[in-house]
């Protein structure tokens, strides 16, 4: 059975994880308004992850004779300027998501649940991916010209 401050902090999270996700899903209607189908797509699949991320840890949860639940969701920003600016946003979100699964551990070490810190070491592991993937399209970005950035949008479209 999990703790009740563990099922609130997990519940926190799951609306953390949605609101990425919506946050990534604005971003990709963005790109698409200015032109950038890839970097768009891109950005939906990293919607779709969020997502993702929220069930995996509902599910979790209700293994553990938790409720899980879905709280207010905030509204998202709807603009960012340019290509760089949106990916910069996207490192300083993920920066800040590890923080969040990094103190959600913090409470299953406290609560003594070695099943859930177990569980979420796989988010930590993830994190250190998304922060050097969304670090290493930033750094790509601002490297490149608008030809560059054309071509890496064709790239980032296939994923």
């Excluded at 913090?106 to 250190?128: C, H, I, M, P, Y």
């Excluded at 890496?152 to 994923?159: M, S, T």
Aim: aromatic letters at 10%.
């Amino acid at each position: 059975m999990i703790s009740e401050k563990l099922q609130k902090a997990f519940n926190d999270q799951i609306t953390a994880e949605l609101w990425s996700s919506n946050l990534y899903l604005q971003m990709s209607f963005y790109l698409a308004k200015e032109g950038w189908d890839g970097f768009a797509h891109w950005m939906l699949k990293q919607a779709d992850e969020e997502r993702e991320h929220a069930v995996s840890l509902a599910n979790y949860l209700t293994k553990r004779g938790g409720v899980a639940k879905v709280t207010m969701i905030d509204v998202v920003p709807d603009g960012w300027g340019d290509v760089k600016a949106v990916f910069s946003h996207v490192y300083e979100h993920e920066c800040h998501v590890s923080r969040l699964i990094d103190d959600l551990v913090d409470v299953a070490s406290a609560e003594k649940d070695k099943a859930t810190q177990d569980f979420l070491w796989g988010f930590v592991r993830e994190q250190v991916e998304e922060e050097a993937t969304a670090q290493g399209i930033l750094d790509k970005v601002s490297k490149l010209g608008d030809a560059g950035l054309v071509a890496l949008d064709e790239q980032l479209g296939r994923r």
